[in-house]
């Protein structure tokens, strides 16, 4: 027995099919939803909180920090055993992120979410949110950090990514592969988390940006960033992590106002390291004191650097939160 919060914040699994609109649209409440699912009396109470009915690329940086607000006051409670939060699934791994980085609790904090509206044939809402409740309510699942759970899978939020636009088994940890699955109500957990970094900060700054290279780009997006006043860039480089040399003109530049630069690879795989002395390559961009983001997709180094900075200012310490992974 045991009392679980499912807190609602909208996406496709909370849509239906507007037939003048022809296209899906939020509809559907958090008690309609669990309206759907098969009862779970006598196994699990759950406390539903309405948080809002959004689509995913609506989400603010304020609407995240208020989301993290209400994550911690709910799982301060003694009887709550773990949290739920269905979310759409475009901007899921980034809010999951956010939650890994700035909370720190053993309970369980598990997203959900749905790739078919509940208008369509194979609607995976219910399924994707009674795995998530058993995921949530599982001893198994404490001190395992964020975890996002689709399709059966249970992944890291640090991991996890959208690999596809419609595919059910969209989200995917190409590097580790999930932690664990979820089976005939059983959670089964192939790993342990080895390692949780926590950045003790309840807010994100909000001048940050990501920027992705392509051969013949110039310095003019750094130089337009930097001049109204972006704190932060996140810059998604080619390979293991270089740019052209304009690109590189702009670096320096943006560093040179105080700027914060972060490189990341646009490669869905591996790690960014200077391995390249030419102008642009790696080696030159760590001589000018870009920080190296692991192997981070830039969406999530983008999260990482938003908490860093609201933070710290302080180039080293930000430069070691990378660096500590």
């Known amino acids: 027995m045991g009392k679980v919060a499912v807190i609602f914040t909208g996406g496709t699994i909370a849509m239906k099919q507007d037939p003048n609109l022809k296209g899906a649209v939020p509809s559907l409440t958090g008690k309609d939803l669990l309206e759907i699912i098969p009862h779970r009396e006598n196994v699990l109470e759950i406390e539903t909180i309405e948080f809002g009915n959004y689509p995913s690329p609506h989400l603010t940086v304020e609407l995240l920090e208020?989301?993290?607000?209400?994550?911690?006051?709910?799982?301060?409670?003694?009887?709550?055993?773990?949290?739920?939060?269905?979310h759409g699934t475009d901007t899921l791994e980034e809010t999951a992120y956010f939650l890994e980085l700035t909370t720190n609790f053993d309970k369980p904090i598990v997203l959900t979410g749905a790739m078919k509206n509940s208008s369509e044939a194979?609607?995976?809402?219910?399924?994707?949110?009674?795995?998530?409740l058993t995921t949530a309510s599982s001893e198994k699942s404490k001190k395992r950090g964020v975890l996002v759970v689709l399709n059966g899978e249970i992944h890291s939020a640090k991991d996890v990514t959208k690999t596809h636009t419609s595919s059910l088994d969209t989200f995917k940890s190409p590097e580790t592969g999930p932690l664990g699955y979820v089976d005939s109500g059983n959670v089964y957990f192939y790993r342990n988390v080895e390692k949780r970094q926590y950045i003790p900060t309840k807010k994100l700054e909000r001048r940050v940006s990501l920027l992705k290279v392509v051969f013949g780009m110039d310095d003019k997006l750094i130089r337009f960033l930097v001049e109204n006043g972006e704190r932060g860039i996140v810059i998604e480089g080619t390979g293991r992590g270089n740019v052209p040399p304009k690109v590189a003109e702009g670096i320096k530049y943006a560093i040179s106002k105080g700027t914060v630069?972060?490189?990341?690879?646009?490669?869905?795989?591996?790690?960014?390291?200077?391995?390249?002395?030419?102008?642009?390559?790696?080696?030159?961009?760590?001589?000018?004191?870009?920080?190296?983001?692991?192997?981070?997709?830039g969406q999530k180094a983008r999260v990482k650097l938003m908490a860093a900075l609201a933070y710290t200012s302080d180039y080293r310490k930000i430069r070691e939160i990378f660096e500590e992974e």
Do not use: Q, W
């Not at 790696?282 to 692991?294: D, P, R, T």
């Open 66 to 86: 208020e989301l993290r607000e209400v994550v911690e006051k709910t799982l301060k409670r003694d009887e709550i055993k773990g949290v739920v939060i269905t």
């Open 261 to 297: 630069v972060v490189l990341v690879s646009r490669c869905p795989m591996g790690r960014v390291h200077p391995s390249y002395a030419y102008e642009g390559g790696g080696k030159h961009l760590e001589s000018l004191g870009v920080i190296f983001g692991g192997n981070l997709s």
């Open 122 to 132: 194979g609607y995976d809402g219910p399924s994707n949110l009674i795995d998530s």
